[in-house]
C-alpha cells in the first residue's frame, strides 16, 4: 500500500505506547491501518472524519476535534464543509492512507466518518442502530438486542449488516438507496428503536437520559444519524485496552459465547484472510427504497 504519487507524511514516536504499558504503540496501530487499508478506506472514502484525539494514550485525557489542523500536509485531504449547524468549517475528509495515518500520528485512534460522503450531506447512504449496554448488561444481552433489531427489520422487508463496537456495544447499519433524505433515515432508526423496545420493555430503553435507565437495560440509540454524528466505522481501531477493533459479523455468530475482546489489530488479519471482507460484502446491498420509507 503506497500514499499516492507524490505522496509524503512525516510520522514521529512510532515506538509510544497508546494502550499502557506493553500494550500496542502508535506504530502498531499504523501497520495495522496501513493492513486494513483495503478494506477500511472505502467506508472512509469522501466521508468527514470526527476525531477523538489521545495524544498521550488511552489512560490520559482525550478532547474532541472537529475541525481540521491549520497545518495539515498536503498529502491529506481538508474540505470545507457545513456542519450541522451550518456554520463553514475546514474538514479532514477520508479516503486516502495518508489521511488515515495522519490522524493516527495526531493520536486519533479510532476512525469516526460521517454517514453521508461530502458531495451529498443531504442523502446518508446507510442508518445505524447503535446499542449501549447498561453497567449491570451481560454481553449476551446486546447480542439478544441485536438479534431483535434483525427481526423487526425483517417484519418490515429489511436487512441491515452487523458489527461490534469494539467496545461494549453493538451497530447493526442499514444500508439505504441513493437519495435518501436524511430525515427519512433519521426516521426509520428511530422506527426500528422504538419498536423493539416496544417488543422487549424490560430489556431495552430508547431513554435518551441515563438516569431514567435500567442498569441491566440495553439503550437502542437511534440518535447517531443526524449531519456530523458518527459511530465508529467497521474495522476501526478502539481506544480501549487490547486494541480491540470494531469487527464486521456474520447473524450466525451471534451467539451468547460471542466475546468482543477477541478482535483485535494483533487477530484481525487472521480473521478477514478466512472470511474476507464481510463489511464490504454486507453493505453493498442497498435496501429497497419503498420499503425504506414505508410508502
Not at 419498536?195 to 430508547?206: D, F, G, Q, S
Request: include cysteine; hydrophobic fraction near 40%; charge should be positive.
Amino acid at each position: 500500500m503506497t500514499l499516492g504519487r507524490g505522496a509524503t507524511l512525516t510520522v514521529s514516536n512510532l515506538g509510544k505506547s497508546l494502550f499502557g504499558k506493553g500494550g500496542a504503540t502508535k506504530g502498531d496501530v499504523m501497520r495495522y491501518y496501513t493492513w486494513a487499508a483495503p478494506y477500511a478506506l472505502p467506508l472512509m472514502k469522501d466521508r468527514a472524519l470526527s476525531l477523538k484525539r489521545f495524544p498521550n494514550g488511552i489512560s490520559a485525557p482525550f478532547f474532541y476535534q472537529q475541525k481540521a489542523p491549520p497545518e495539515a500536509p498536503s498529502a491529506v485531504r481538508v474540505e470545507r464543509l457545513l456542519n450541522e449547524q451550518g456554520e463553514a468549517q475546514e474538514r479532514l475528509v477520508g479516503g486516502s492512507l495518508a489521511t488515515l495515518l495522519y490522524c493516527v500520528q495526531l493520536g486519533a485512534i479510532e476512525v469516526n466518518p460521517w454517514n453521508a460522503r461530502v458531495k451529498s450531506l443531504e442523502y446518508p447512504d446507510f442508518t445505524v442502530i447503535d446499542l449501549h449496554p447498561g453497567p449491570r448488561a451481560p454481553y449476551a444481552r446486546v447480542v439478544e438486542t441485536a438479534l431483535w433489531v434483525r427481526d423487526v427489520l425483517k417484519a418490515h422487508g429489511l436487512h441491515g449488516a452487523v458489527k461490534t463496537s469494539g467496545s461494549s456495544g453493538m451497530h447493526v447499519f442499514i444500508p439505504l438507496p441513493p437519495k435518501t433524505p436524511e430525515d427519512v433515515a433519521v426516521r426509520l432508526a428511530v422506527r426500528i428503536a422504538v419498536e423493539v423496545t416496544l417488543a422487549h420493555p424490560k430489556e431495552t430503553t430508547v431513554e435518551r437520559s441515563l438516569k431514567a435507565r435500567k442498569p441491566g437495560q440495553i439503550y437502542v440509540d437511534a440518535g447517531q444519524n443526524s449531519r456530523g454524528k458518527t459511530v465508529a466505522a467497521a474495522y476501526s481501531v478502539r481506544a480501549k485496552r487490547g486494541a480491540t477493533v470494531s469487527t464486521p459479523l456474520r447473524w450466525e455468530e451471534l451467539t451468547p459465547a460471542l466475546n468482543p475482546s477477541a478482535y483485535t489489530i494483533e487477530t484481525l488479519p487472521q480473521r478477514v484472510e478466512r472470511l474476507g471482507d464481510l463489511w464490504g460484502e454486507a453493505m453493498r446491498r442497498p435496501n429497497p427504497r419503498r420499503t425504506v420509507t414505508g410508502t
